[in-house]
Structure formats: structure tokens, C-alpha cells
């Protein structure tokens, strides 16, 4: 079985389209900044991947994850050809912080808020008249299940077609308890690096059109081979290789495609110390004996961890680079921790190569996991 991908679109601190996103990574150009969205004398970071749009005054504004929901879905939704008063396409988006931002700025500041404004679906209801919504939190693998969640869906006749969409804003909450949970300062995302001192959070939205095969009227950016999910609920923060290396095998399995027939790895690499070690022993042990192995890049080292729709930007990012042929960089890896000792992992530069088929990987506090598996599309 196979879905096919037929409208993307995005926003994120690099760009505010898929495209100009995909070519700011091929450029290793970085949206890391000084912290703005709040006062930062408070923490020991002071740096964050914000996306820069609270106007002159520079003030905080509520609903901003809402906004760039809303234009992220149409993006898709015009680029798949379709008609943006979609009131008969379900609308699925992974999330990991909702609008809790717009929460806190109500308690701080008493900011306008409405307990309806908290949720997606009224206001993509308003938008484009969308009759079936559902959100799910499933931390930063959210939106790679709410895309398992789709072709279900499509393949027990329930839709022909679904947005998959993701949103997160950076909120003061989430960032001091990560401020003080990590053990050293990042100042700034260092996937896979000796260096790497943790997780900075970024911001952004994402949306995907999945589609029944046959159905696309612009032709396809990518077809989903197939998607595999868990949760071994082992430990809260440490993942673990083993469940991961298994949702690895399980994706290959269900895409009817061996290790060897990957070309592209879209890596989680959110920086910190035990998910980076998890994800490089699990990698390399399943691509072990794979020829040559697959390039691999992990671009949260340009646009922060976007938490729940991280998973979905790696795969716009990876259907752009199937059909173009070129790989970001990670950017700030300079030294290779000894997992990755083997992985072919792009570096300093943009790299070029024929690919066909890509692995996208999010993995999620609690041990949830999720990888899907694409192939190059005919979109021109």
C-alpha cells in the first residue's frame, strides 16, 4: 500500500514557505537568534529559533501557533490544487504545546483568550469551513503519527483525502523547565556533535495532503511507502535503541524496502546527550552491512526543535531534496560522537546525489517513536 503526497507547505524561523525553507537549509542558513519572546534575564539559555512576526513593537502576541496553522494548510492545500473551503477533508495535527503560549500571555498579561480559541479546530473550522478535526499530542513525534493516523484512515475508506498538519509557538514554561533540567547551556542546536550541550526550542507549522493514489491533480511531491509507530514508555527522557531500531525495521518492512534501497535519513537529532547516542547506536545497527550506507542530516541544527511538527517539517525537507537531489548539511558538526562513527552524515556543505527513497525519523518523550518511509514523486 502507498499514499501519495500532493500539497506541502510550511513556516518556520528560516521561511515562510516550504520552498524558501528547503533552500535556506541547502544553505545552512541558521534561525537561531537572541531570545525575544520573553525576558530572558530569567534562564541561562538566551538564545531560541523564533519565528519573527510580533510586529514593530516586538510585544507577544496570542494565537500565533493558530495563525500559522491556518497559512501553513492553505499552503497545502492551494499547492495540491484544491479548494481551501475544504469542509469535507479531514484536518489531523500533531502538536505538542497546543496554544499554550496564548494561555500564559492571558495569566500574565490578560491577553484576549476564549477557552474556544484553544482549540485548532475552531479556528480551522472558520477558515475553511473543515467539518472533521482532531488534534494529537504526542510530543515531538506528533505529527509522523497524526500521518500514520491518515493513511489509515484512506485505506478504511473514510476519506480520500486528509491534511496532516503541525504547529507548536515557544512558550515560557516549556523553556524553563528545559532551561533547568539540562545540565549544560546550549547555545545553539548541535545534532550529533562531542559539543552538543542540548535542545533549543524553535518555532514553526507544517502541512502535508495525503491523498489516495490516483487522486492528485498536480502531480506527486512524494508517495508514503509506509509509516510504523510505538511507545515503550520505558523512561520518561531516555529513549531507547532497541524500540527505536525496531520501528526502524518495522517502517522498511511495511514500505516492502530493505535497508539497502535507503537512499536518505532524516534524522530526529534534537541534540541532547542521551537522544543523540540512542539514535546513532539505532541507525547504525540497522543499516550495519547496508553497502555504503544512506546520507544522513538532521536540520533541527538550523531551525530549533519545532517539537510537534518537527517530524512532518523533516519530511517536507526530505521531499524536496528526493526530487532535487541535494541533502542540507547538519549544521555545527564539527566532531562526531563515536556512535555515528560509520554514518555518513552530511557535513559542512549542501551534498548531491540520486535519490529515490527517504526515512524520516521523530522520536518523543516517554519512548514514543515514529519513522515512515518515502519514495521520490513524479511533481516537476
Not at 531570545?35 to 530569567?42: A, E, M, P, T
Not at 511495511?254 to 534534537?270: C, Q, Y
Request: hydrophobic content about 40%; proline content about 4%.
Amino acid at each position: 500500500m502507498s499514499w501519495d503526497i500532493t500539497g506541502l507547505g510550511a513556516v518556520a524561523s528560516i521561511g515562510d514557505d516550504p520552498r524558501s525553507v528547503y533552500d535556506a537549509l541547502c544553505a545552512g542558513r541558521s534561525g537561531l537568534t537572541d531570545l525575544h519572546v520573553f525576558d530572558g534575564d530569567k534562564y541561562r539559555a538566551k538564545q531560541a529559533y523564533e519565528i519573527d512576526d510580533r510586529g514593530p513593537d516586538g510585544a507577544d502576541r496570542p494565537l500565533r501557533a493558530t495563525r500559522w496553522l491556518e497559512t501553513a494548510v492553505e499552503q497545502a492545500l492551494t499547492d495540491a490544487g484544491l479548494d481551501t473551503a475544504a469542509d469535507d477533508i479531514p484536518i489531523l495535527v500533531g502538536t505538542t504545546l497546543r496554544e499554550q503560549r496564548s494561555a500564559e500571555l492571558w495569566w500574565r498579561d490578560g491577553a484576549p483568550l476564549t477557552l474556544r480559541d484553544l482549540h485548532f479546530g475552531s479556528a480551522l473550522r472558520d477558515r475553511f469551513g473543515t467539518a472533521r478535526s482532531y488534534t494529537f499530542a504526542n510530543a515531538c513525534a506528533a505529527t509522523l503519527y497524526t500521518l500514520g493516523m491518515a493513511t489509515d484512515m484512506i485505506e478504511l475508506g473514510l476519506a480520500d483525502t486528509v491534511v496532516v498538519a503541525g504547529t507548536d509557538s515557544i512558550t515560557e514554561s516549556a523553556f524553563g523547565t528545559l532551561d533547568r533540567v539540562q545540565n549544560e547551556t546550549p547555545r545553539a542546536l548541535r545534532p550529533f556533535d562531542r559539543a552538543r550541550a542540548g535542545m533549543l526550542m524553535g518555532e514553526g507549522s507544517v502541512a502535508v495532503v495525503v491523498q489516495r493514489t490516483g487522486a492528485a491533480r498536480r502531480g506527486v511531491h512524494a508517495v508514503v511507502r509506509g509509516v510504523s509507530m510505538n511507545c515503550d514508555a520505558a523512561h520518561p527522557t531516555a529513549p531507547d535503541p532497541t524500540t527505536i531500531s525496531w520501528a526502524i525495521r518495522d517502517a522498511h518492512r511495511r514500505a516492502g524496502l530493505k535497508a539497502d534501497e535507503i537512499d536518505l535519513v532524516m534524522l530526529h537529532g534534537s541534540g541532547t546527550q542521551l537522544n543523540d547516542s540512542a539514535e546513532a547506536t539505532a541507525v547504525s545497527g540497522v543499516f550495519e552491512g547496508a553497502g555504503a550506507g544512506p546520507l544522513l542530516t538532521a536540520i533541527k541544527s538550523m531551525t530549533g526543535h519545532t517539537l510537534g511538527g518537527s517530524g512532518l517539517l523533516s519530511l517536507v525537507t526530505a521531499a524536496f531534496a528526493l526530487r532535487h537531489g541535494v541533502v542540507p548539511p547538519v549544521l555545527g558538526l564539527t566532531d562526531p560522537i563515536d556512535e555515528a562513527a560509520g554514518l555518513r552524515l552530511v557535513r559542512d556543505r549542501a551534498a548531491t546525489a540520486r535519490l529515490s527513497t527517504a526515512q524520516i525519523n521523530a522520536f518523543g518523550f516517554g519512548g514514543i517513536n515514529a519513522v515512515a518511509v518515502l519514495e521520490k514523486g513524479d511533481r516537476t
